[in-house]
C-alpha cells in the first residue's frame, strides 16, 4: 500500500516517506534487555587530515585516512584552509549524518554545527530538518545540534548512551553503548586480516613508534616501499582505517605500481630521501604523512599498518551485504547490493573489483526481487562475521564486502562495523515495491545550486515517489549543494535509465 500524506518542499508536494523498519527498531530487536534505553546516535564522519571547525579537531589518537588525507596537497592541509574545511565539514557533519538520521527512526539524533556564527548553525539545522520532514512522524529522529564533540548534551537530554559511527577523539568521557578502541580495531584491516575469515591472503607491515629523528623515519618508510617494490602484480595496498573507499590502491600493472610508489614516496616516488623536508615545491608522499600520527597515545593501535593483500582478479560476482548483530552473535539479514566505484582518473564501475588505483565508493544498486535467494545464499558467511563481532563486544549495524571468486570460493575484502552508505536499500523496499519498482540506487551526488531548484527540476520523480532525498547540504559560499539520492526503476533497464539522466545532471561526489 502507498503511503500518504503529502508534504510541501519548495512548493511542490512530496508523498510522505515509511521506512520498512529503522535503525533504532533493529537496535531494540537485537538488544532487548536496553530496550528502553534512550540512545543518541553520532552518524558523523571524521578526518586526521585537518580541524573540520573550531569546535570539531581532527582525530590525534584514533587515526583514519579519509580521502582528504590521502590525496589533499601538504598546501591544502595548511591550518586556514577554510574552503577545505568547509567543504569537510559539509560532507561529515551535514551530509553523512543526514543520511544516517533518514533512516535511525524515532530517536535523539546528535548533529554538529558547521561552524559558529548564527548563519552557519541555522543552515545546518534547517538543512537536516527539511531532509526529514518527508518521513512518516512515526519514524522521525529528534534532532540536537551541537558545537562539538566535547560539548555533547547528554545529560540535558536525559540519553541513556552514544551510539556512534567512527570512532571520535574525546568521546571516552560519554556513556557509550562499546568501547571506543574496541569499535576502531574491528574496523581495521589489520583485524579483518586476522580475524579468521575467509579473507583474501595479507601481508602485515607494522610501524615501531615514530624515533625522534626525523631521520630515523627513513627505515620504516623504506621497508613498506621495498615490499611494495618486491611485490608482483596483481595486488591491493590498503592502509590501516579509512572509509568511502579511501586507503585503497589496487594495483593490476607495473605503471599502477609505479604510480603507487609515487603517491607512498612523494613526487620522487619510491627514491624520495625523507630528509629533504617538506618544501612546497617537493610534495611529500602519504608515508611522509602518515608515520608520525604515531605517538605513544595509540602505539598499541597500531594505525601506522599497511598491507599488501592478494587481488581477487576477474571475480564472478561482488555484494555489499548490510546486517545487524545482537549480542549473542544472531544475525539479521537486510540486503545484498552492488557497489559503484569511481576511480582516480574519473572513470567509474559497477563492482569492487575494479583495477583502478584509489577507487572511492559513490553508490549502491539493489534488485529487490533477488534478496530472498541472496540471504539465503550469505547466511552462512553472515553467521560467521556476526559471532566474530559480537564475540568482540559489538552490537548493531555492520557491512561487509565480499566477493566471489571462479572457484566459487567467497572472500570479505571489506567491513564495516557500524551503519554503511547502502544501508537505506533494504529499508525503503516497501516505498519503492509498493509502486512497482522492484530496482533501487543510492547515488551520492555534487549539484550546482540548491535544493529548491533541485526539486523542480525532479519534480514528477520526487511526487510519485521514484525519487528520494536522503540528505542535502548546500554550501552558500560556493553556490552547489552535495546530497544523497535514492531512486526507483521498474526493472534493472529502467532503473539505469533514470541514474543515466540524474548522472548527466549531476557530478559524482566522494568522501
Not at 625522534?212 to 623515519?217: A, D, G, K, N
Not at 567467497?410 to 562495523?417: E, Q, T, Y
Not at 512497482?436 to 550546482?448: D, N, Q, T
Amino acid at each position: 500500500m502507498v503511503p500518504v500524506g503529502p508534504r510541501t518542499l519548495a512548493g511542490i508536494k512530496l508523498p510522505t516517506v515509511k521506512l520498512d523498519t529503522t535503525l533504532t527498531e533493529l537496535y531494540q530487536k537485537a538488544c532487548p534487555n536496553k530496550a528502553g534505553t534512550r540512545l543518541g546516535w553520532i552518524s558523523c564522519g571524521v578526518t586526521s587530515a585537518v580541524d573540520l571547525t573550531p569546535d570539531f579537531p581532527r582525530n590525534t589518537k584514533f587515526i583514519y585516512q579519509d580521502q582528504a588525507f590521502i590525496k589533499a596537497s601538504s598546501h591544502a592541509l595548511r591550518e586556514g584552509n577554510a574552503n577545505l574545511r568547509r567543504s569537510l565539514a559539509n560532507k561529515y557533519l551535514s551530509h553523512i549524518p543526514q543520511r544516517d538520521a533518514f533512516v535511525s527512526g524515532k530517536a535523539v539524533v546528535i548533529l554538529f554545527n558547521l561552524g559558529r556564527t548564527p548563519e552557519q548553525v541555522e543552515h545546518g539545522r534547517r538543512e537536516a530538518e527539511d531532509t526529514i520532514s518527508v518521513l512518516d512522524p512515526s519514524q522521525r529522529p529528534e534532532l540536537i545540534f551541537c558545537p562539538g564533540p566535547s560539548d555533547i548534551p547528554v545529560k540535558e537530554h536525559g540519553i541513556d548512551r552514544l551510539e556512534y559511527k567512527v570512532v571520535l577523539d574525546g568521546l571516552d568521557k560519554y556513556p557509550l553503548t562499546h568501547d571506543l578502541e574496541t569499535h576502531w580495531m574491528l574496523n581495521s584491516k589489520a583485524a579483518l586480516a586476522r580475524s579468521g575469515l575467509p579473507t583474501p591472503k595479507s601481508d602485515l607491515i607494522e610501524t615501531p613508534h615514530p624515533p625522534p629523528s626525523r631521520r630515523l623515519m627513513l627505515q620504516p618508510t623504506t621497508r613498506i616501499l621495498d615490499a611494495v617494490r618486491a611485490r608482483p602484480t596483481p595486488f591491493v595496498f590498503k592502509t590501516q582505517q579509512a572509509f568511502g573507499g579511501a586507503g585503497t590502491w589496487l594495483v593490476t600493472t607495473d605503471a599502477q605500481k609505479s604510480q603507487l610508489l609515487a603517491d607512498l614516496g612523494g613526487k620522487e616516488g619510491e627514491d624520495r630521501n625523507p630528509e629533504r623536508g617538506n618544501e612546497e615545491e617537493d610534495e611529500p608522499g602519504l608515508l611522509a604523512r602518515l608515520l608520525p600520527l604515531l605517538t605513544p597515545h595509540n602505539a598499541h593501535l597500531s594505525p601506522t599498518t599497511v598491507l599488501l593483500t592478494d587481488l581477487i582478479t576477474n571475480p564472478t560476482s561482488d555484494h555489499g551485504l548490510t546486517f545487524t548483530v545482537a549480542p549473542s552473535g544472531a544475525a539479521h539479514f537486510l540486503g545484498a547490493s552492488s557497489q559503484m566505484l569511481t576511480a582516480a582518473d574519473g572513470s567509474s564501475s559497477n563492482n569492487s573489483s575494479s583495477s583502478s588505483s584509489g577507487s572511492a565508493w559513490v553508490g549502491s544498486t539493489i534488485a529487490y526481487a533477488a534478496q530472498g535467494p541472496l540471504r539465503a545464499r550469505f547466511a552462512p558467511l553472515v553467521g560467521r562475521i556476526a559471532r566474530w563481532v559480537a564475540a568482540r563486544g559489538y552490537a548493531g549495524p555492520v557491512g561487509a564486502d565480499v566477493l566471489e571468486d571462479g572457484e566459487g570460493r567467497w572472500f570479505v575484502v571489506d567491513l564495516n562495523v557500524r551503519t554503511c552508505g547502502s544501508v537505506s536499500l533494504p529499508l525503503l523496499r516497501g516505498h519503492f515495491t509498493g509502486r512497482g519498482l522492484m530496482w533501487a540506487s543510492c547515488l551520492s551526488v555534487a549539484v550546482g545550486g540548491g535544493r529548491r531548484e533541485f526539486v523542480e527540476r525532479w519534480r514528477g520523480e520526487l511526487e510519485r515517489g521514484r525519487m528520494v532525498v536522503l540528505s542535502w547540504c548546500e554550501d552558500r559560499e560556493e553556490g552547489g549543494s552535495i546530497a544523497d539520492v535514492v531512486v526507483g526503476g521498474e526493472d534493472e533497464d529502467r532503473l539505469r535509465e533514470l541514474m543515466g539522466r540524474v548522472r548527466a545532471s549531476t557530478e559524482e561526489m566522494t568522501f
